[in-house]
């Protein structure tokens, strides 16, 4: 296991960038099994889930070369239908890869993928869509078969609007002869950048970005070039690192618009920002000042950046409210702030944080992707030392986390344990 060390108290200074998206490689690498050609993908982060990806692209018997950020996958000679369990347990969302392997095979199988530090995580809505598609779904000790003679375009009505469901329902139905339409599909930066992805390889869809979504069935895809899209929720993550540290950084490679109401919180608290096309200049107060969010779907505050602006709240002069909609169990890093210092009461989905003046640097444990990189920004602030460990959660979703900070002015490195 590794650890980061954190000498607190350092303000960032400088500039950096943003990486590309996770949440948006993840289904547009699992998008390169249908086109049975040569996809080449640029600014893909080079972290732990776009290695996994890798593993199951090349377990399914696809050609894949990775160099930094650039990834060539050849999907022409593909030979498994089965995503491997060991890799469906690491890894959630490889359940993304049902809906490629369907739209192209008209059949998988795989394993139910295991819930995790967030809440259950179900796939219950992406199965209800597959069979609408007219897709069998068969379900025993932990496995799901899915087999058709043919899958039907139809409409499709998303009890909730679930990323993973509208991604999966838009890889099965592209190669579809027929309209499918998504209702109540998620609305997310990354479902716009799997339409345009997709469609540059030559499918037909629409809407993605509104709640309906509309895939025009083609015959035949082409191989395909594409830029990820940067990484929004990264960007939200040192924003708020130059916030809690009171510091000024420019950011850039930032699509303002996906992160606007983020932008409303930073300003809500007192940081001063310049924001220009593809960058962020952000000056922060002496003390950050209390706000309430709330976590809502796209385009509302994004569950992924609770737990990071948590920490920036902990020190904010009042009190903060935080209700968390989209996940159950999103609230587990908060033990390791109190740990250092934060006042914090949980109620069920409410969780009110009372500002101090001081946090403290003490060893904590990452619970999770985001709830670890939420200690990592309380470390930097805090008196003294912070050892957070467990930070192979944070390495599966953030590229050179550290050198980032580090170039920005923090006192923070890695250890192996
Ligand atoms: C995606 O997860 C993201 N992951 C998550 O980011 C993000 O938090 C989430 O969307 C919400 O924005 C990727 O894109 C790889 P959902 P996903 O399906 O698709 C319930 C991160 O930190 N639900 O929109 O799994 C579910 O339990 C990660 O980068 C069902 O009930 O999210 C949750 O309460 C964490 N049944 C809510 O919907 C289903 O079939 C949102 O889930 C599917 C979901």
Do not use: W
Not at 101 to 112: A, E, N, P, Q
Not at 234 to 243: D, F, I, V, W
Not at 356 to 368: E, M, S
């Amino acid at each position: 296991m590794s650890s980061y060390i954190i000498e607190g108290g350092k303000k960032l200074q400088g500039e950096t960038f943003v990486s590309g998206s996770k949440n948006a490689s993840l289904p547009i690498m699992a998008a390169s099994v249908l086109n049975r050609s040569i996809t080449k993908l640029y600014n893909v982060p080079n972290i732990h889930d776009t290695q996994m990806m890798i593993e199951i692209l090349k377990s399914l018997g696809c050609k894949v070369k990775k160099n930094q950020n650039k990834i060539v996958i050849d999907s022409s000679n593909i030979t498994n239908f089965e995503i491997p369990e060991n890799l469906m347990r690491q890894m959630r969302s490889s359940v993304i890869f049902a809906g490629a392997i369907l739209g192209r095979y008209k059949k998988v199988t795989f394993s139910y993928p295991g819930g995790c530090d967030i809440g259950s995580r179900p796939i219950d809505l992406h199965l209800k869509g597959f069979e609408k598609l007219g897709i069998a779904v068969n379900q025993n000790f932990g496995k799901i078969k899915c087999e058709t003679e043919e899958i039907k375009p139809t409409e499709i009505n998303l009890d909730f609007p679930s990323v993973g469901a509208t991604e999966n329902i838009m890889l099965a139905s592209v190669l579809t002869k027929g309209v499918t339409t998504i209702i109540n599909a998620a609305m997310e930066p990354e479902i716009i950048d799997l339409q345009n992805f997709l469609n540059k390889m030559g499918a037909k869809i629409s809407g993605a970005g509104s709640n309906i979504i509309k895939i025009q069935g083609v015959t035949k895809l082409k191989e395909v070039s594409y830029n990820i899209m940067p990484d929004r929720i990264e960007a939200g993550t040192l924003l708020c690192a130059a916030a809690i540290t009171g510091g000024e950084i420019n950011l850039k490679k930032v699509n303002v618009n996906h992160i606007a109401p983020l932008l409303d919180k930073l300003a809500h608290i007192g940081c001063k920002m310049q924001i220009k096309e593809n960058e962020v200049e952000l000056k922060a107060p002496k003390r950050l000042k209390g706000t309430d969010i709330r976590t809502m779907p796209y385009p509302g505050f994004p569950t992924d950046m609770q737990a990071i602006i948590a920490s920036c709240l902990c020190l904010a002069s009042g009190t903060s409210v935080i209700v968390e909609n989209i996940f159950e169990n999103r609230y587990k890093y908060m033990g390791e702030l109190q740990k250092m210092g934060a006042k914090i009461n949980i109620e069920g989905k409410t969780a009110v944080i009372k500002g101090t003046k001081k946090l403290y640097g003490t060893k904590v444990q990452a619970t999770d992707l985001r709830g670890g990189a939420s200690l990592v920004l309380a470390g930097l602030v805090a008196k003294g030392t912070t050892k957070v460990d467990n930070i192979e959660y944070i390495l599966r979703g953030y590229e050179n986390l550290d050198e980032k900070l580090k170039n920005l002015g923090a006192e923070i490195y890695k250890i192996q344990d």
